[in-house]
């Protein structure tokens, strides 16, 4: 497996592979880093002859959808899911998506493609989370919740059933989702407010 990416979320990916079991493990980087967990990191190099599957290991989502569409085409993309995870096995799981420990994702759940369900984060029955979205730790979704395309929501936050969050918006740490959340939105607080709108992916 390749992590592109090394970084403190790329360490936690890591640590999953490893717990995994997955033995042959590659870290790649654009930036200066040389080790890495104690793995020499490379430049990614001219992609065609790859065979191993690659995780873009960047937490940022707008940044791993960049990389992602970089990639698309040339490499297969794998998963990472930790063995203390609770997944039901009529829950889909998408490629490119990583679930940390203690997540727990319910029956009918359909997680997109190079998602994060991160440590402790609860998805419940029949929500569906679009492709480039991260679930923070703790944040829980009840049952029937969608999330928008790239959509980050923060540590801890809550949402209430059946309630439909757009793409590319911003729920802070904490916050309490009772109504729909429009695309592009920022909100935060209990009950949820929102406090900015932007207008398209770019200005995220």
């Known amino acids: 497996m390749i992590l592109y990416g090394a970084s403190g979320h790329g360490k936690v990916i890591l640590d999953i592979l490893e717990e ?38 960047i937490g940022v ?43 727990v994702i319910n029956p009918s759940a359909r997680i997109g493609r190079h998602c994060i369900v991160n440590t402790s984060a609860s998805i419940d029955h029949d ?4 492709d480039y979205v991260h679930i923070s730790p703790n944040a829980t979704l009840s049952g029937d919740v969608h999330v928008g395309e790239g959509t980050h929501i923060g540590s801890g936050a809550v949402s209430i059933q059946g309630i439909r969050i ?27 407010r929102i406090i900015k709108v932007k207008q398209q992916l770019n200005e995220i």
């Open 166 to 192: 757009g793409k590319w918006c911003t729920i802070g740490a904490g916050t309490v989702i009772i109504k729909d959340i429009p695309d592009y939105a920022t909100v935060v607080g209990n009950p949820a």
């Open 61 to 103: 989502n707008a940044i791993r959808k960049k990389v992602v569409e970089k990639l698309n085409g040339s490499v297969g993309f794998g998963r990472a899911i930790h063995p203390m995870s609770v997944i039901s096995k009529k829950a889909i799981i998408a490629e490119g998506t990583v679930v940390m420990a203690g997540a």
């Open 127 to 130: 929500c569906v989370l679009e």
């Open 20 to 57: 995994s079991g997955e033995r042959e493990i590659e870290v790649w980087d654009d930036g200066a880093v040389l080790d890495f967990e104690g793995f020499a990191v490379k430049k990614p190099i001219e992609i065609g002859s790859i065979n191993e599957k690659v995780i873009v290991s």
